[in-house]
């Protein structure tokens, strides 16, 4: 045999994609989005060192950083973690589980709230129960 190998070295090497412009769109996205949820929270901030500040207000600034962190989660998903290029089966069998997961933490989270509630509000001791006979329904009546 010659000092030569029989097969020679196979390497692979991925191609450059020239994916560099999504990937800079991906970068501005997320920081937009960021900095503009960053300023959403100083706000918020800032209102709850007032006296008494606006519910409403508070609760649409709050849903708006909501809606926020979904739409960064989803770029990310579908960007970092190649979701947005798979086939539409493949998208649902990862986001129809992940769906019934949220489902079931705030269905859980209702219960839970409701039961203790339930719990505060009779605290395990029988309530006084006022016993009324007919005599005195009809009495009450007539008065």
């Known amino acids: ?3 030569q190998s029989s097969s020679p070295e196979i390497t692979f090497q991925a191609p450059h994609a020239g994916n560099t412009k999504r990937i ?3 970068f501005w996205v997320l920081s937009i989005l960021t ?9 918020l901030y800032n ?7 606006n519910a409403t207000l508070v609760l649409a600034f709050k849903g708006m950083v909501c809606i926020l962190t979904l739409a960064k989660a989803y770029y990310i998903v579908s960007v970092f973690m190649h979701l947005g290029d798979e086939i539409r089966n493949m998208i649902m069998t990862i986001v129809v589980p992940l769906m019934l997961f949220i489902w079931f933490i705030a ?3 209702w ?3 409701s039961w203790k509630n339930l719990r505060n509000r009779y605290n395990g001791k029988p309530q006084e129960i006022e ?5 005195a ?3 009450g009546a007539k008065d």
């Open 107 to 109: 269905a859980f989270l």
């Open 47 to 53: 209102m709850h060192k007032g006296e008494a500040p």
């Open 24 to 26: 800079w769109r991906t």
């Open 137 to 139: 329904k009809e009495k």
């Open 131 to 135: 016993k009324v006979t007919p005599a």
């Open 35 to 43: 900095i503009i949820e960053l300023a959403i929270g100083l706000l």
């Open 111 to 113: 219960d839970g709230n």
């Open 1 to 3: 045999m010659s000092a």
